[in-house]
């Protein structure tokens, strides 16, 4: 059980968002030995030997000490406040417990802006993301699974980035559902720009969440460092598209390290956004086209996809045996009772009587004393015998 942080750790831990950066193992290690509030000290104290924490060097220690000197808690937690805004950090009764499973890499702390509760929204999530630069094709696929997955309750989490990200987040909204946004900036920023208005809309709707303070910019390593907290919040990772080198790929495989379920959505093999999705698929991703087969991965038991098949065609309704005669009919001209009897191995009465029950569901017509296909829809177009 989660013992709820004392107000000096809180504060401590909101003052160590300025300080270290996401992802820092290093520094999560010092976390775990000292405390928030005695690392802090650690940093912010007179500088001696009892002081130095063990595998920073001399340059980085320096490095955390400016950092740290410049943190004012007090005002990013107000400033986050102004914002609609809270902050939340281990032993809180918000904080999602699975991102315990990234042990030492654990944020020190998130910032979250929304009103729904993380923690029970967490439990029953998926992330879909993928390419920035992605094609009609991805984002049509994306805000299908975004809505899919949104209409049968669950909850939609990506990082709100141009491409799939943001058709995710679009798809999931158009549906009414709930979206979280895992941000590598404060989530009092806007980032891309493009996506004001789509930001706004999940603060409103749904949650904006992320490890930096408020007003802290994003980086090209805080969006690699950030996909981690997306792969450990939800229950599965969903690419739609991405190449060889992608963000989306780091994702997904964090997941496949948290023992989080893996799935891609297959695209053209010529395609070379695909070409990440694809290698992924060849090892241990599952494939899946729809929500309701990621469901049946990542939901509970007897949430099952249906079944997949073809058309049914009206020749598919037909007893065996008249299947088998009018399997025999060539495509072209007519053949007579004994031939049609021969070809389907049955007497010639037994023919005979299926040519009749054919003839009244519409499928044959008799000429003479030979019998041909009728022609029109339930003729198959290029076959060489009637059948489908």
Same mark, same amino acid.
């Given at each position: ?39 802090? %000290? ?210 997904? %495989? ?135």
């Amino acid at each position: 059980m989660n013992t709820p942080a004392s107000g000096a750790e809180r504060l401590a831990r909101a003052a160590l968002t300025r300080v270290i950066e996401p992802g820092d193992e290093r520094g999560g290690r010092w976390l775990r030995t000292y405390g928030a509030a005695g690392l802090l %000290r650690r940093l912010t104290g007179p500088a001696g030997p009892a002081d130095d924490l063990p595998g920073a060097t001399p340059a980085r220690l320096e490095g955390l000490r400016r950092r740290a000197a410049l943190a004012d808690p007090e005002r990013d937690l107000e400033t986050a406040a102004a914002a609609g805004a809270r902050f939340l950090v281990p032993g809180d009764e918000e904080w999602p417990r699975q991102l315990d499973d990234l042990a030492d890499t654990r944020p020190v702390g998130l910032w979250v802006r929304g009103r729904p509760d993380l923690r029970i929204w967490a439990l029953r999530s998926v992330a879909v993301v993928g390419a920035r630069a992605c094609t009609p094709y991805g984002a049509h696929m994306g805000a299908v699974l975004g809505s899919g997955l949104a209409e049968r309750g669950w909850v939609v989490v990506s990082g709100a980035a141009a491409g799939i990200d943001g058709a995710v987040h679009r798809g999931a909204l158009a549906a009414s559902g709930a979206t979280i946004a895992v941000l590598a900036c404060g989530v009092d920023v806007v980032y891309p720009r493009g996506h004001a208005e789509l930001i706004g809309r999940i603060a409103e709707q749904g949650l904006l969440v992320g490890e930096l303070p408020p007003g802290d910019h994003p980086t090209p390593s805080r969006f690699v460092l950030r996909n981690r907290v997306i792969a450990a919040l939800t229950r599965g990772t969903v690419v739609v598209e991405a190449e060889y080198r992608s963000g989306s790929l780091v994702t997904a %495989r964090a997941a496949q390290r948290l023992g989080r379920f893996t799935m891609g959505v297959p695209g053209p093999a010529t395609s070379g956004l695909s070409a990440g999705v694809h290698e992924l698929l060849r090892g241990e991703a599952v494939l899946v086209t729809d929500a309701a087969e990621v469901v049946e991965l990542v939901g509970d038991m007897g949430e099952l996809a249906p079944a997949r098949r073809g058309p049914v065609l009206p020749r598919d309704l037909l007893a065996p045996g008249a299947g088998r005669v009018l399997e025999a009919l060539p495509s072209h001209g007519t053949a007579d009772v004994r031939d049609l009897a021969r070809e389907a191995g049955t007497s010639t009465d037994e023919a005979l009587g299926r040519l009749y029950e054919l003839h009244a569901l519409g499928f044959v017509e008799r000429v003479g004393d030979g019998w041909k296909l009728t022609p029109g829809p339930l003729r198959p177009a290029g076959a060489r015998r009637g059948g489908a």
